[in-house]
């Protein structure tokens, strides 16, 4: 039996690159690079008697696009996962400075 790690480790040397930032496009004179936020996870383990396993998983949440029209490059976000990723995050931060806030007060 072929050693797992080993070969996920062969096979996600570039995962994280390729992942975030997706092929180029070519749409009518207009050059679109898709860009996401991705994360990834594996692990396994055996026993004394050499029956093992092992499992992994990912997300991916597309942020927006680099478009470039000749000389102009902007990014485009994608809104709607923006507000997914913005609402937790300021929901938690305030809620971490409220605690210290409160903790400073004592």
Do not use: C, H
Not at 34 to 41: D, E, K, M, S, Y
Not at 52 to 79: E, K, M, S, V
Not at 82 to 88: D, E, K
């Amino acid at each position: 039996m072929p050693n797992i790690a080993l070969e996920l480790g062969k096979q996600s040397t570039n995962f994280g690159v390729t992942a975030a930032y997706g092929e180029q496009q070519d749409v009518d004179g207009v050059r679109i690079v898709p860009v996401a936020l991705t994360w990834a996870g594996f692990g396994g383990g055996s026993d004394e008697q050499g029956n093992g396993g092992g499992g992994g998983g990912g997300y991916t949440l597309p942020l927006g696009a680099y478009i470039r029209r000749g000389d102009d490059l902007r990014f485009d976000p994608n809104i709607v996962s923006l507000l997914a990723v913005a609402v937790p995050f300021v929901w938690v931060a305030g809620r971490a400075l409220s605690r210290v806030i409160r903790a400073l007060k004592k």
